[in-house]
């Protein structure tokens, strides 16, 4: 799928659904650098967010969660951002595909591999596009890494590492089991996602283990996990996850001429770099910061105008959560879960890359990051 002309006249109005950090410091400012997409309501039980945010970015249709079906029918929207709890996912997508609504949701796709299937399920019956927001799958930082290795570069890719982690406070709704949270939904799709648009294939079987170091914070869910994908022909992925450890986002792809290193890797807030090694010769590489949630809107407001697939689509999101989910049964039964077969449609490549300006991170109104900053 080509780039998405971001000079279209015509523009996909959204209902942005939830207003919490993530909203507030990424999606909101992005639909600045988004021509062909605009934001029409908020759905937000705050009524303070409303007042302010409405004002600061000229949205007049406010809505409660209560009031989202008639947010949907009241003829002012064309899709939604769905940028609530994990647990939440499900229920709002659904209600927005019967609806006649599109559907952009934030990744975990949901929580149970049956909650993704009924969202792909319903957006089918309904004729509505579902993409998940893995906004990566549009930056070039990324992009390019799936070209190095995959070009051959660096041999034959054999295996791939990765750590990502931050602290995370004890309000957060990161630590709220109910809620869906938990290190591999929240942090560990970035690896799993990576691991498997890197090799291009599904992993056949996984094994984690999760630790917990007695925290009171860590009281409902796992303070880290370390994951163990093996792919076809012996390849192997691992990551470590954690919400109590200091900031780190790297992922490294070691062949068998040279590697690959993302250091860092996943980030919204920063630039990311690489540095490609190839008999013993480095390449660094800086990539300036971008605004990744506007390329995001960009691509997913194209394939609503052109009616085109999204290429992170619902299948996209279910390959993800059923490897979280098989990985939480290893870790609790300390087993080795094999996974059976997976299909799935296109992956990202160069040919989606979406530049535009980073944009600014704005005053936030009753939110704070997962850190509390």
């Known amino acids: 799928m080509t780039s998405s002309n971001p000079e279209s006249s015509k523009k996909v109005r959204y209902a942005v659904v939830g207003l919490g950090y993530f909203a507030q410091a990424a999606v909101l400012p992005a639909f600045k650098h988004s021509k062909n997409s605009e934001i029409a309501a908020f759905v937000s039980d705050d009524l303070l967010k409303h007042k302010k945010l409405g004002e600061k970015y000229g949205v007049q249709h406010h809505y409660t969660y209560d009031h989202y079906d008639q947010c949907l029918r009241g003829g002012q929207i064309d899709a939604v951002y769905i940028a609530l709890p994990n647990n939440m996912h499900r229920e709002f997508t659904m209600r927005a595909a019967a609806a ?18 009924d969202m792909i399920q319903a957006c089918d019956d309904h004729n509505v596009k579902l993409m998940i927001a893995y906004r990566l799958h549009f930056e070039e930082a990324n992009l390019r890494a799936v070209e190095i290795v995959n070009s051959g570069k660096i041999g034959e890719a054999r295996f791939f590492d990765s750590v990502f982690s931050q602290q995370v406070q004890a309000d957060n709704i990161r630590m709220k089991k109910e809620l869906g949270g938990g290190t591999l939904y929240d942090m560990g799709v970035y690896p799993i996602n990576a691991a498997r648009y890197l090799f291009r294939e599904e992993p056949i079987s996984v094994f984690a283990f999760s630790g917990n170091n007695g925290e009171s914070r860590f009281k409902e869910i796992e303070e880290m996990t370390t994951g163990l994908l093996r792919f076809p022909n012996d390849r192997l992925a691992s990551f470590t996850v954690s919400f109590g450890a200091a900031d780190t986002s790297m992922y490294r792809v070691v062949g068998t001429k040279g590697d690959l290193l993302m250091e ?15 008999n013993g010769k480095k390449t660094n590489t800086q990539f300036p910061q971008r605004d990744q949630l506007a390329a995001e809107l960009i691509y997913f407001s194209d394939c609503v105008l052109q009616d085109k697939r999204p290429e992170p689509s619902g299948a996209e999101g279910l ?34 890359t979406i530049k535009r300006p980073a944009a600014r991170m704005p005053e936030l109104v009753h939110a704070a990051g997962p850190s509390g900053s």
């Open 264 to 278: 860092p890797a996943y980030d919204f807030t920063m630039g990311l770099a690489s540095r490609l090694t190839v």
């Open 319 to 352: 390959a993800d959560v059923r490897i979280v989910r098989a990985l939480y049964q290893s870790a609790e039964t300390g087993r080795p879960v094999a996974l059976g077969p997976f299909v799935r449609g296109p992956r990202p490549d160069a040919d989606q």
């Open 100 to 117: 006649g609504v599109h559907v952009l949701c934030e990744k975990p796709m949901a929580v149970t591999e049956k909650e993704c299937e």
